[in-house]
Antibody, heavy 120, light 109 residues
Framework: EVQLVESGGGLVQPGRSLRLSCAAS????????MHWVRQAPGKGLEWVSG????????GYADSVKGRFTISRDNAKNSLYLQMNSLRAEDTALYYC?????????????WGQGTMVTVSS | EIVMTQSPATLSVSPGERATLSCRAS??????LAWYQQKPGQAPRLLIY???TRATGIPARFSGSGSGTEFTLTISSLQSEDFAVYYC???????????FGGGTKVEIK
């Protein structure tokens, strides 16, 4: 079964850091681009960051550029998001998503998300 | 950044009727456009990619059209399980910023 399982969310104070992880299974992880997408409570979807299969191409939303760092470990079938200098507006459910082969910016598999709450 | 605008924000439709959802890009995204469905408490599900290709397992009543800046998602005959929020998303900019529209909620009339 193809599956993505996020972890690492929680309550954190403004200005602090948090690292999210996404464990992939059921597909050849190092064949695909991977992404993080977030959704603030009651709001729409926002793409956060993406990384190509070999980490050669990386992109970030302007809202997180310079604060967040995406990475992957293909040997461990894992995707990460290092989030620094967190702000209240980063509060959201963070989804890990798999890019589709040939259309790497279309997300065909999603995890169930991990909640990040930034509050003092 | 490419801005994606969806209309209407809410669409009230009776079961069995056709629903037409629109998505406009602030600049051309070619055919690099996807549609997603999201139900409450669930992760989004990919419906359409490449503007008009149905994803695996998506029923034929869902169809996408358009290119450049104007796109449409049509649900030919709404079923009870289709009432949800629908998002369009452009991926023409990769590895630059990818952007979603604000969503259209399809509700029961």
């Amino acid at each position: 079964e193809v599956q993505l399982v996020e972890s690492g969310g929680g309550l954190v104070q403004p200005g602090r850091s948090l690292r999210l992880s996404c464990a992939a299974s059921g597909f050849t992880f190092d064949d695909y681009a991977m992404h993080w997408v977030r959704q603030a409570p009651g709001k729409g979807l926002e793409w956060v960051s993406g990384i190509s299969w070999n980490s050669g191409s990386i992109g970030y939303a302007d809202s997180v550029k310079g604060r967040f760092t995406i990475s992957r470990d293909n040997a461990k079938n894992s995707l990460y998001l290092q989030m620094n200098s967190l702000r209240a507006e980063d509060t959201a459910l963070y989804y890990c998503a798999k890019g589709r082969r040939g259309s790497i910016g279309a997300f065909d598999i999603w995890g169930q998300g991990t909640m990040v709450t930034v509050s003092s | 950044e490419i801005v994606m605008t969806q209309s209407p924000a809410t669409l009230s439709v009776s079961p069995g009727e056709r629903a037409t959802l629109s998505c406009r890009a602030s600049q051309s995204v070619s055919s690099n456009l996807a549609w997603y469905q999201q139900k409450p408490g669930q992760a989004p599900r990919l419906l359409i990619y490449g503007a008009s290709t149905r994803a695996t397992g998506i029923p034929a009543r869902f169809s996408g059209s358009g290119s450049g800046t104007e796109f449409t998602l049509t649900i030919s005959s709404l079923q009870s399980e289709d009432f949800a929020v629908y998002y369009c998303q452009q991926y023409n900019n990769w590895p630059g910023s990818l952007t979603f529209g604000g969503g259209t909620k399809v509700e029961i009339k």
